[in-house]
Nanobody, 123 residues
Framework: QVLLVESGGGLVQAGESLRLSCAAS????????MGWHRQTPGNQRELVAA???????NYADSVKGRFTISRDNAKNAVYLQMDSLKPEDTAVYYC?????????????????WGQGTQVTVSS
């Protein structure tokens, strides 16, 4: 099991910045990628940004140029620097980790999620 704990959400005004942090603990071997997703009421959870164990990144088009994801493998942590925030960025942000399952246990991947942190951007 992997436990993910997020922090850093809050209420800011449009144009301001926030930094989200996510710390992983537990059985943290073979984590392939970590990332951030967000969800608003009535909508599906969507990918915001992800980073692989090798450092490759992927961003949603809506946040490119404004958000930066980074990872500290030594601390088993992932961060999301959010600049130039907009009201449409308002959502609950969830940390995600994708872990490889050993072949002797059937192989494949397993997803883990944090409890979520609220980000509210006022206009």
């Amino acid at each position: 099991q992997v436990l993910l704990v997020e922090s850093g959400g809050g209420l800011v005004q449009a144009g301001e910045s926030l930094r989200l942090s996510c710390a992983a603990s537990g059985s943290i071997r073979s984590i392939l990628a970590m990332g951030w997703h967000r969800q608003t009421p009535g909508n599906q959870r969507e990918l915001v940004a992800a980073i692989s164990s090798g450092g490759s990144t992927n961003y949603a088009d809506s946040v490119k140029g404004r958000f930066t994801i980074s990872r500290d493998n030594a601390k088993n942590a992932v961060y999301l620097q959010m600049d130039s925030l907009k009201p449409e960025d308002t959502a609950v942000y969830y940390c995600n980790a994708v872990q490889a399952i050993p072949t002797y246990m059937g192989g494949g991947q397993r997803n883990y999620w944090g409890q979520g942190t609220q980000v509210t951007v006022s206009s």
